[in-house]
């Protein structure tokens, strides 16, 4: 930073820098409880699957020190050269991830397929971020390229998706193999535990891991952030002990010349055994996808200062004590603790495994959450666990499906060597997805050479490669589980898109007219009732069929229609200031509106119970900013759809143009004409005295007394403010997708009963949307496609 004028500049270091440095250090204290849980618990179980097989023929010193040197230069060149140094600076408004990245690119070049994206998105104070300008990405001939094609398009989404399945792979396999190679040292111990009790005793604590899960993450991880570094002065000091102890040579298993003995000596076997070598990354992305919650600083310095040094030396002195006590490989890590300290080690270590297996699942919802947010799967219930930390979600359903698998994981294969082989395959998949994307940065992201980002890549996937193959080696045992796994989730994913879009096209292609609409008048032709109807479509523009359908079945409507659209954008977070896109649907008589709500990937929406009142706010500022605004007035705002302009609460606060008070439900004032008969105002009572939480204070709004106002703009509010308190009602679409009858068969199977079993078991648009069930209407549609 620059010094202010007139302050002289020291050696000293600032007070901001302090302060950044103690703001980093208390964040990298905390990510020990969220991030690496699962990377520091892998020595539990890695040299036990390397050597499982034709590799525990060679039984001499060479080929530990081999192993040895191979877990060191793994974790030195993808953790820290890769994700420390590298991936950790791609991030996306400071999240992280393969969404993060997915995003990145489709902000910066045309790759998005979210249908309803409008120009006013890209105003968006977090949509152009980073070094990139759009002036200067336009010049890429392979941006061009990729751009002209939708086919390469829809494989990039594809490429994410897989990606997200094998982290939802990764949310059932690391329960299982951390949790169980945990519990494994009680077969050291004088009572010998049979593999039936330790399989009882897993399935107890990981259905206990999953039934904690509503209480949140943040309040499980930050009272097990010291769990986890007692773990890492544990296995540090355990490893330092065992290196002096039985061999301190292995400290030459730094170089790697060893590795190339190594594979010299073992020869296929050894190619094969890399799989077991891989396990000792897995966790590696946890510290890219979890960056939302913490800074690529902290992050840093947590990894460089504690979780290598530490790891390194836990491995090196696993390796010592194995290289002379080779027949302890099948439970290498609890036959090289010292006696005295075994039971300690054994607590801090099953409750480490819980605080792995507690990230990765955290991490599985958030993946989920964003997958809806594409459109690409079903919508289910999102509860946010935390009032402090934005973005820490629970899912319910999918917490009950992972904890169904993880337990038909742990009991149907038993072993944690085939598990391990399962989950290095689904976590360098992930590895090698973030490679290809991050070479997709590096050019039209930070603009740099093609040359450039293909020696990152090349480097990169010659090294995850090796381990790639060496994982499908071992696709028989076991490591077809995440392959089943992700083909589950990708058919769910694929119907569900697929569905949506042709569902999303029907409406698109089935828009009211606007000579039919303008034709009619402002009365529509129907009756207009007091009240204001809020008409849901996923239409950024137009009028949906819904209104259409509507009216010819019951010709009345209400006096002030507004259409509104909740959608997502390619950002992790909309600020509430720019939430709200408001504009005019016809001419002013006709007292049509729109109103777009927007929402990033990780944004969730909440009912804090003030749409309404922040709808008619919205809509009242929009009136007067047309009426004094010129770029809102002439021939743009008579057209079916307007200028659109966004309504910040900040504006709202300090804005004239609607006085607003609160008074109690109770006591209602019925005066003002409403389109509810007695009997349902009566009903509506019944309701609030029988549903006490969701009564609600109302808020009553008054025009300002501005001698300088429009008389239009005032009858307008006038309007706006009656229809207002006569009652507020959301129309919504209860639509049937059916495939029609000359379509293959192909698509009937995907829409009239893949479709249609996902939208008939999933959350409805109503409670998604957090509709008052009170208020609503639902149009029954079908939708031919």
Not at 681 to 690: A, G, H, I, K, T
């Amino acid at each position: 930073m620059e010094p202010e004028s007139g302050v002289s500049t020291s050696r000293s270091p600032s007070p901001l820098s302090w302060v950044n440095l103690s703001r980093n250090l208390i964040l990298a204290y905390q990510s020990f409880g969220v991030v690496y849980g699962d990377l520091s618990t892998s020595p539990l179980y890695v040299y036990r699957s390397t050597f499982e097989g034709k590799l525990n023929n060679h039984h001499d010193e060479e080929t530990m020190f081999g192993a040895f040197s191979l877990i060191f230069w793994t974790l030195t060149l993808i953790p820290l050269l890769k994700y420390v140094f590298i991936v950790l600076s791609a991030d996306d408004n400071g999240e992280g991830g393969t969404f993060a990245l997915y995003s990145l690119l489709c902000r910066h070049a045309k790759f998005n397929l979210l249908p309803n994206q409008q120009a006013a998105d890209e105003e968006l104070s977090s949509y152009r971020y980073g070094p990139s300008s759009q002036a200067g990405a336009a010049s890429s001939p392979l941006k061009r390229f990729l751009e002209k094609h939708k086919r390469l398009r829809t494989a990039l989404l594809v490429v994410v998706l897989v990606g997200a399945c094998m982290v939802i792979g990764d949310g059932v396999l690391t329960p299982a193999i951390s949790v169980l190679s945990s519990v494994s040292g009680l077969q050291v111990t004088e009572k010998k535990f049979t593999d039936g009790e330790l399989i009882l005793l897993a399935s107890l604590i990981l259905i206990g891991l999953f039934a904690l899960q509503h209480f949140g993450t943040h309040k499980v991880a930050f009272m097990f952030a010291p769990i986890v570094i007692i773990w890492l002065v544990s296995i540090f000091s355990v490893g330092l002990y065992n290196t002096v102890h039985w061999n301190p040579k292995i400290v030459r298993a730094l170089s790697p010349h060893y590795i190339f003995k190594f594979f010299v000596k073992t020869g296929k076997e050894g190619w094969i055994s890399v799989g077991g070598i891989l396990l000792s990354i897995t966790g590696t992305e946890a510290m890219f996808a979890d960056l939302g919650h913490f800074t690529a600083s902290s992050i840093r310095l947590a990894f460089a200062l504690v979780i290598y040094p530490c790891l390194v030396v836990q491995y090196m002195g696993q390796a010592a004590f194995l290289s002379k006590n080779f027949n302890s490989i099948h439970n290498s890590f609890y036959d090289s603790i010292p006696k005295p300290v075994f039971w300690p080690v054994f607590v801090i270590a099953t409750l480490a495994a819980i605080v792995g297996s507690q990230a990765v699942i955290t991490a599985t919802f958030s993946i989920i959450k964003q997958c809806h947010a594409l459109g690409c799967f079903p919508r289910v219930k999102v509860v946010h666990t935390s009032k402090h930390i934005y973005g820490q979600i629970y899912i319910p359903e999918i917490n009950w499906i992972l904890m169904i698998l993880t337990l038909a994981i742990t009991i149907g294969f038993r072993d944690t060597t085939i598990i391990g082989n399962a989950y290095g395959l689904a976590c360098i998949t992930v590895m090698f997805i973030t490679t290809f994307l991050m070479a997709l940065v590096i050019i039209f992201i930070w603009q740099k050479s093609i040359l450039l980002a293909m020696i990152f890549l090349l480097a990169f996937w010659v090294i995850e490669g090796m381990y790639l193959s060496a994982a499908f080696i071992k696709v028989p045992q076991g490591g077809w589980a995440p392959l089943v796994l992700s083909f589950i989730f990708m058919a769910i994913m694929y119907v569900w898109h697929y569905g949506t879009r042709r569902k999303y096209s029907f409406d698109l292609h089935n828009k009211v007219s606007l000579k039919w609409l303008l034709g009619l008048g402002p009365s529509l032709g129907i009756v207009r009732v007091p009240g204001i109807g809020l008409i849901y479509s996923e239409l950024a523009t137009g009028v949906p069929a819904i209104f259409s359908h509507f009216v010819t079945n019951l010709p009345a409507f209400h006096k002030v229609l507004v259409f509104v659209c909740v959608k997502s954008v390619p950002v992790p977070y909309v600020s509430p200031e720019e939430r709200f896109l408001i504009g005019r649907v016809c001419p002013r008589p006709y007292r049509m509106y729109r109103c777009i709500v927007r929402y990033g990937y990780k944004d969730i929406q909440r009912d804090d119970g003030h749409f309404e009142d922040h709808l008619i706010q919205s809509i009242a500022e929009f009136i007067i900013m047309e009426a004094v605004e010129p770029q809102f007035s002439g021939s743009e705002s008579s057209s079916l759809d307007g200028r659109m302009a966004v309504i910040s609460a900040r504006n709202l606060q300090s804005s004239t143009s609607l006085i607003a008070s609160e008074r109690d439900d109770v006591g209602m004032d019925f005066s003002i004409p409403s389109s509810r008969s007695a009997t349902l105002r009566s009903l509506q009572s019944v309701y609030d005295d029988e549903n006490p939480q969701v009564r609600r204070r109302r808020v009553r709004f008054q025009v300002p007394d501005s001698p300088g106002m429009d008389p239009a703009v005032r009858e307008e509010l006038l309007d706006l403010i009656q229809a207002k308190e006569a009652g507020v009602a959301y129309i919504l679409g209860h639509s049937y997708v059916k495939a029609r009858k000359s379509a293959s068969f192909l698509k009937k199977l995907v829409i009239d009963i893949g479709y249609s079993f996902l939208r008939k078991n999933c959350r409805g648009p109503a409670v998604a949307l957090n509709i008052p069930h009170i208020s609503l209407i639902e149009v029954g549609m079908i939708y031919y496609v």
